[in-house]
C-alpha cells in the first residue's frame, strides 16, 4: 500500500515518462514474468507487478486514480480524450 512510481507499457496511450505516481492500496498485484506491449508495471521490494492493462480504449488498473491526486486526474483526463 502506498504511493508508486509505474513504467508505461510501450505506446501507452495514457501514462507517459513514468515520474507520476499513483496510490495503490491493495497489497496484492499480478506478478509479470516477461515482456507484453499491454501491461504498464510497477516495482515494490523487488517484484515487478501489472500496473495496469491497456487494449484500445479498454483500461484497468490495479491502484486507485481516484486517490492519485493530480497524476490520476491526468490519468483520467488522457483517458477520456481517448473516447472522444
Do not use: I
Amino acid at each position: 500500500m502506498g504511493w508508486n512510481t509505474v513504467t508505461p507499457a510501450t505506446g501507452s496511450a495514457l501514462f507517459h515518462d513514468g515520474d507520476e505516481r499513483f496510490y495503490f492500496v491493495h497489497s496484492y498485484g499480478v506478478v509479470v514474468s516477461g515482456p507484453d506491449d499491454h501491461f504498464t508495471t510497477a516495482t515494490h521490494q523487488g517484484a515487478t507487478f501489472v500496473a495496469a492493462a491497456e487494449c484500445g480504449t479498454v483500461t484497468s488498473t490495479q491502484f486507485h486514480p481516484e486517490k492519485s491526486g493530480e497524476a490520476g486526474l491526468a490519468l483520467l483526463q488522457r483517458w477520456l480524450h481517448q473516447l472522444s
